[in-house]
C-alpha cells in the first residue's frame, strides 16, 4: 500500500465508522505535513481519491469536507433475522427465469451478477497466451491434467503469501471457475440430506448447489456490514446437525458485508474446534474499494478446515474459467472429485493466467478496477437517494459491485424486476437469496458498468416504478408473495 | 469416402467377416479393372491401406495376400458374463492409484487412457485461437455462457449433419470434456440409490460416476466385436428397475467393440419403449480405423430418449477440454444443471475449436490420425503374438486405441501391473473395469504411441513377466484376487 492509500483507508475508516461526520473538515495539507510529516503530493492523492470514492467534497477556498451520506447512513440496514428451522431448498426455476434475461446485450445489466467485461485486460491476456501456446509441450496435455499446472498453482501460492497467508500449491487443485471449486467442497464434505449454515440474505449459486446435492439449509444472522453474526451461529449450531458452513466472509453477495479480522479468526476456530468444514467462497475478495485486501478466513485455518475458493472470473479474467479450492485437510479427496467431475481444466486457460501473473502487474490492474467500482458506487448512491422511494435502506459495501436495498413495505421486487424488464432494465429481485423467498422488497443492484450511458434513467426509472406500486398498493392488495418477516 | 477407401474397407470386412482367409489370394489389378471398371492406381491405393493396417501382404512377384491372423482371430475373446444382481461401486481408489503413476513422463504408457499427445494439430489450433481472441468482443464472456459459443455449436451440428445426423444447434450443451458431459447426463437422469446398466467390462469413468453419484450398476453382456447383447439387456430391463444406460456403443473402452447398425437402431428402439434414457458416449467414434465412421446410437433416436455425449479430447485437441451432449428431452433440464456445476466452459478453448472447425480441415486430420492408429495396432498385435504367454487372447478392434487382452489363467494382471511399474512401464489391469474387479487376468493396452522406440521392448519385457507369472503360480497359491468367472 502506498504511503496516499493507507492515509486515505485510514480517514475512509474513521468515516465510516462515524469518529468524522458529515461537513467535518479533514485537516488541512499544512496541518498533516507538520503533525505526520507527509508529503503535500501524498496528502492530495489521499483526499482525490475521496473525493472520487464520494466520502469527501472540497468546497472552494475552504478545503476538504466529508461529505453529508457518507458516514455509514442512518438508513443502514437491520441484521438479517434467519429462519430458525433447516428446510429444503427450491429456488432454481426463478434463479433461471431471471438469469436467462440479464444475458441480453440491449438489457440495462443492474440485475447482472458480472461486472463490465469491459474493466478487463483481455488484450494482455491474449498475448500471453499466443505466446505460451508457442512454447506449449504437447505432453502439458497429460500432466496439467487436475490438479493443474504446477506454475499457476505456484503463482496463486506466491500471491497469497504476498498478503501472509500460507497456502502451498500443493494444496491447491485449479477448477473451470470458482462455481465448480464450491460445488467440489460442498462435495467433499457432505451427504445427501445433510445441514448446512448459510447466511442470510445469500447467493442463489449457494442455494443451488444445496438444492442440487439433496441438502438442507439452515440460516444464520448476517449483519449488512459485519457479516455473519458469531453467537447466532453458535445457536445455530447447538440446534442443528450442522455438516458445513458455507459463507462469503468478504464483500458478501448479496450484501457486501466483511467481517473483522477478529471474528474471522473466531469464526476459523469456533468451527475447527466443533469440526465443521467451513466452504468459504472469497471470489470478490480482489474487489476491495480501499487499498487493503481483507484477508480471507483462510488466513487463520491453522487445522486445515477451511475449504477456501476463489477465482479470476471477477477479478482479471472473466470467460476464462478459471478458479481454485485450497481444501485443506480435504484436499486429496477435493483432487480426486476433480478428476471424476470434470478430469482437469482447460489448459489454454491455465496457460493464460499462469504468463499473466508471471509478466504483469495484476494489481496495478486491479487498482485501477478498485478504483473505478469505488467511484461508480457513489455515482450509484447518489442517483438511488435521488430517485428511490423516501425510506429505502441500502448498503454502503467496503468492496466488490453489488448494493443491497430494501425498499419501503408495500414494494414487491419480483413484480418490479417484471415491469423494469418491460423497460429493459434487468435487476436481481430480494427473492433469489433465500430458500423461501422472503426478501420480497428487497433488490441487488450491480453498479459494475461504468460510464453506461444508460445508468441514470434506468435508476430513475425504476424508483419511478417503486413510488408507482407504493401508490397503488396502499389500502390494496399485498405483493404478489406473502412477506414472512417484517425486517430487515 | 474416395474409391480406394471404399474398396479397401469392403475388402477389410470380407477379411474380418471370414470370407476372405489367411493366405487367400486378392484379386489382381486387372482383374478388378474388368470386373468393377476402376483404375490401378485406385486399387493400388487401397491394397496400401490394407498393408498398412496390417490385413494384407505383398509377396514377390505373386500379388497380395491376405495376412495371417489378420481375419479374426480364432483367439477371440467371448462375450463377458455378467454379474446378475445390481451392486455398489468401489473401484475409485485402485483407478487412482493406477492412473497417477501413468502420468510420469518416463513412463512407457501402454496404461495410458489418452493417445500419444504427438498426435494432435496444436499448432493450427493455437493460430486459430490467437485470431479469434483478436476478433473477441468482451461480451463474448457473458453471451456465450452455457449452453455455449453459438457458432461452434452450429459446427459441431453441421459436422452430425454431414453423417446424416439431424442434431440441431439447440439441443447441444457445450461441457468441459466428455466427463462433465456424462455426469450432467447421469445427474439429468438419476437420483442416488438408482440402478445403471452399464456394459461389462466398461470404462472405470463410468464406474467412477455411478459411485460418486451413490448409484448400482447392473451389468449386461457384451461382447468383444458386437458389444452389448440385446437379449441380456432385455433379461436385466425386466429383472431390475434400470433407470438409464450407460453404454459405448462404438470403439467401447476397454474392449473396442461397436455394436452394428441394426443392433444401435434396435437398442434405441427398445429403450424409447420402455422410457429408459440412453446415455452414450461416442468419444472414439471419429476414430474408425476404416473409412466409414460408424454412426452413433443418437442417429436412431426421433423420440427424445439418448443423451449423447462426446469430445474434442480424443480427436483432436486434448487438454482444450471442450467436450459437449445432445441431451434429447433432457437438453433443458441438462443446461440448468451445467450453470448450476461449473457455469460455463472456457471461451478460450471455445473460440480455438470454432475457428479450427470453420476453417481447417478436420476430416484431414483425422484421415492421418486414424491411418497412424490402424498401422499402430497391427504391429502392436504382432508384438503381443511374439512375446505374450500362449493362449493369450486378445481383441482386434476397428476404431480407437486400446487392446483388450485376456491372459491364460493363472495370471494375475494387477501383480503384472505392480512388477511392470518396476521396470517403467505402466499398464492398466482388468481390475479396473468392473465393479468387482473380476476381470483379474485381463490387460488394457494403449497402441496410440506411434513411433516410441520403447514399444517392443516393453511389450517383450510384459511377456516375459507374464511368463514367469506362470512357471510361478503352477501349483502354487492363486491370483492375488479370487477370479469370479473363467470366462472370458
Request: glycine letters at 8%; a positive charge.
Amino acid at each position: 500500500m502506498n504511503r496516499y492509500e493507507k492515509l486515505a483507508d485510514n480517514i475512509a475508516q474513521r468515516i465510516r465508522a462515524g469518529s468524522l461526520k458529515a461537513n467535518d473538515r479533514l485537516p488541512s495539507v499544512r496541518e498533516l505535513k507538520s503533525q505526520m510529516g507527509i508529503s503535500a503530493s501524498t496528502v492530495f492523492s489521499a483526499y482525490y481519491q475521496l473525493e472520487a470514492q464520494g466520502l469527501v467534497e472540497a468546497r472552494q477556498r475552504s478545503g476538504y469536507f466529508v461529505r453529508a451520506g457518507a458516514e455509514m447512513p442512518t438508513n443502514e440496514l437491520a441484521a438479517s433475522e434467519p429462519v430458525l428451522r433447516s428446510m429444503p431448498v427450491d429456488v432454481s426455476s426463478l434463479v433461471f427465469q431471471v438469469l436467462a434475461q440479464a444475458r441480453e446485450r440491449d438489457m440495462v445489466p443492474l440485475g447482472s451478477a458480472f461486472p463490465s467485461p469491459e474493466l478487463f485486460p483481455f488484450e494482455q491476456l491474449a498475448a500471453g497466451l499466443t505466446r505460451a501456446l508457442k512454447r506449449m509441450d504437447p505432453w502439458q496435455t497429460v500432466e496439467d491434467l487436475s490438479p493443474g499446472n504446477a506454475q499457476l498453482r505456484h503463482q496463486i501460492s506466491l500471491r497469497y503469501g504476498s498478503v501472509g497467508m500460507d497456502v502451498p500449491a500443493s494444496e491447491l487443485v485449479i477448477t473451470s471457475g470458482a462455481m465448480e471449486a464450491l460445488n467440489l467442497a460442498l462435495e467433499s464434505v457432505t451427504q445427501p440430506g445433510d445441514v448446512v449454515a448459510i447466511e442470510t440474505p445469500t447467493f442463489y449459486g449457494a442455494l443451488q448447489a444445496l438444492e442440487r446435492r439433496g441438502l438442507r439449509a439452515v440460516e444464520v444472522e448476517t449483519h449488512p456490514r459485519t457479516g455473519v453474526d458469531l453467537s447466532s451461529l453458535a445457536r445455530v449450531i447447538d440446534q442443528h446437525p450442522v455438516k458445513a458452513c458455507w459463507f462469503m466472509p468478504t464483500f458478501q453477495n448479496p450484501m457486501g458485508c466483511t467481517m473483522s479480522d477478529a471474528a474471522k479468526e473466531q469464526l476459523v476456530s469456533m468451527l475447527a474446534t466443533r469440526a465443521i468444514p467451513l466452504i468459504e467462497d472469497d471470489v470478490y475478495g480482489e474487489l476491495a474499494h480501499g487499498a487493503r485486501r481483507p484477508p480471507p478466513a483462510k488466513a487463520w485455518d491453522r487445522a486445515g478446515w477451511v475449504l477456501h475458493c476463489s477465482s479470476f472470473s471477477k477479478s482479471l479474467a472473466p470467460g476464462y474459467r478459471i478458479g481454485w479450492v485450497a481444501g485443506g485437510r480435504f484436499a486429496a479427496t477435493l483432487g480426486r472429485n476433480k478428476l471424476m467431475s470434470s478430469l482437469a481444466t482447460a489448459l489454454p486457460s491455465q496457460l493464460a493466467l499462469q504468463e499473466y501473473l508471471q509478466h504483469r502487474s495484476f494489481d496495478r490492474h486491479l487498482r485501477a478496477l478498485r478504483h473505478s467500482l469505488s467511484r461508480q458506487q457513489a455515482a450509484c448512491l447518489r442517483l438511488i437517494d435521488r430517485y428511490f422511494p423516501t425510506g429505502t435502506r441500502v448498503t454502503r459495501p467496503e468492496g466488490g459491485y453489488f448494493l443491497w436495498l430494501a425498499l419501503p413495505e408495500g414494494v414487491d421486487s419480483l413484480a418490479l424486476h417484471q415491469d423494469a424488464l418491460q423497460l429493459g432494465i434487468g435487476v436481481a429481485p430480494g427473492h433469489l437469496f433465500s430458500a423461501d423467498r422472503r426478501y420480497t422488497r428487497h433488490l441487488r443492484i450491480n453498479y459494475g458498468h461504468l460510464g453506461d450511458p444508460r445508468l441514470e434513467g434506468a435508476i430513475r426509472n425504476l424508483g419511478e416504478l417503486a413510488n408507482a406500486q407504493l401508490k397503488s398498493t396502499t389500502g390494496k392488495s399485498g405483493p404478489i408473495f406473502e412477506e414472512r418477516s417484517s425486517r430487515p
